[in-house]
């Protein structure tokens, strides 16, 4: 049973133009978000994280939304730059102590100079 | 930032034999370490969590006697893969959490290393 997913294996997308990545989540306990991103041969890196309580939170050139209702959170990253060609990872938790997260499969993000 | 290291990042084994994964944490010290497996194409599935000092918490599913984990120090965490099988070729990937972090962006993950069993 998959709780989070990334529909999209992979995206395409200019430079300089926006980034759209979406991810949804199906187990309403879920209720952090953050969203990871992942080099060839590097582990995952921390990108940015919403709490359940906010629907957007911004650092720099990525956005995060979360739409409660819908179980759906997207990160939106502009302009898009050639190294931010990686695979992004969203994932989820639940709080009050559980630092487990559950990962969605991830999309390759590639961007076109 | 903080660095998180996997020894070995690739590595060979026949049927049957054991295999040790180290989980390093190099520049601070990781109260908790989390071991995740991930398969082709699909998501990183957390295995269990280790606590420095005490036994690991392992997922539904995962076999704790097949797969060793001990978490000496707060800076070493190891998985063993006991009486590998190819079915168990998969890509092994460790996170520490900061032992001063109060926040998510304080879970470092390794790089991970790629089990494959012959």
């Given at each position: 049973?998959?709780?989070?997913?990334?529909?999209?294996?992979?995206?395409?997308?200019?430079?300089?133009?926006?980034?759209?990545?979406?991810?949804?989540?199906?187990?309403?306990?879920?209720?952090?978000?953050?969203?990871?991103?992942?080099?060839?041969?590097?582990?995952?890196?921390?990108?940015?994280?919403?709490?359940?309580?906010?629907?957007?939170?911004?650092?720099?050139?990525?956005?995060?939304?979360?739409?409660?209702s819908?179980?759906?959170?997207?990160?939106?990253?502009?302009?898009?730059?050639?190294?931010?060609?990686?695979?992004?990872?969203?994932?989820?938790?639940?709080?009050?102590?559980?630092?487990?997260l559950?990962?969605?499969?991830?999309?390759?993000?590639?961007?076109?100079? | 930032?903080?660095?998180v290291?996997?020894?070995?990042?690739?590595v060979?084994?026949?049927?049957?034999?054991?295999?040790?994964?180290?989980?390093?944490?190099?520049?601070?010290?990781?109260?908790?370490?989390?071991?995740?497996?991930?398969?082709?194409?699909?998501?990183?599935?957390?295995?269990?969590?280790?606590?420095?000092?005490?036994?690991?918490?392992?997922?539904?599913?995962?076999?704790?006697?097949?797969?060793?984990?001990?978490?000496?120090?707060?800076?070493?965490?190891?998985?063993?893969?006991?009486?590998?099988?190819?079915?168990?070729?998969?890509?092994?990937?460790?996170?520490?959490?900061?032992?001063?972090?109060?926040?998510?962006?304080?879970q470092?993950?390794?790089?991970?290393?790629?089990l494959?069993?012959?």
């Open positions: 049973d998959q709780q989070v997913k990334q529909n999209s294996p992979s995206l395409s997308v200019q430079e300089g133009r926006i980034s759209i990545l979406n991810c949804d989540y199906t187990n309403s306990m879920f209720d952090y978000f953050l969203w990871y991103k992942k080099y060839p041969a590097e582990g995952p890196t921390f990108l940015i994280s919403i709490s359940s309580i906010k629907d957007k939170n911004e650092d720099g050139r990525f956005t995060v939304f979360l739409n409660k819908a179980k759906h959170l997207s990160l939106h990253i502009v302009p898009s730059q050639p190294g931010d060609s990686a695979v992004y990872f969203c994932a989820a938790s639940a709080t009050f102590g559980n630092e487990k559950t990962f969605g499969t991830g999309t390759r993000l590639t961007i076109i100079p | 930032g903080a660095v290291s996997q020894h070995p990042s690739w060979i084994c026949k049927s049957g034999t054991s295999v040790k994964i180290e989980c390093r944490s190099l520049d601070f010290q990781a109260t908790t370490m989390f071991w995740y497996r991930q398969f082709p194409k699909q998501s990183l599935m957390l295995m269990a969590t280790s606590n420095e000092g005490s036994k690991a918490t392992y997922e539904q599913g995962v076999e704790k006697d097949k797969f060793l984990i001990n978490h000496a120090s707060l800076t070493l965490s190891t998985l063993t893969v006991t009486s590998a099988h190819p079915e168990d070729s998969s890509f092994y990937i460790c996170s520490a959490r900061d032992l001063l972090g109060g926040e998510w962006d304080t470092y993950f390794g790089p991970g290393t790629r494959t069993v012959l």
